[in-house]
């Protein structure tokens, strides 16, 4: 399984961005659908939201790619 990190500079990230920033596909209109495709599972469950909001914690997986979301490097944590 090909693992990714991917570093947040917002409080959160539409699912369909995500994929398009972490070079899945070429565009969020090619995101939308990866997700609708039902490919998608977020915290291992299936995600259909094609926006769903993406915070630092959550972990992406699409086919063999487990994207890692992280909060900022040097922000105050909870």
Known sequence: MQKV???????????????????????GGAGKQIVASGDVRVDGKQELRKTAKIRAGQHVTVGDVRITVLGQQGADGP
């Open 5 to 27: 990190d991917f570093e947040l500079t917002s409080d959160f990230i539409e699912l369909n961005q995500l994929l398009k920033l972490v070079g899945l596909c070429d565009s």
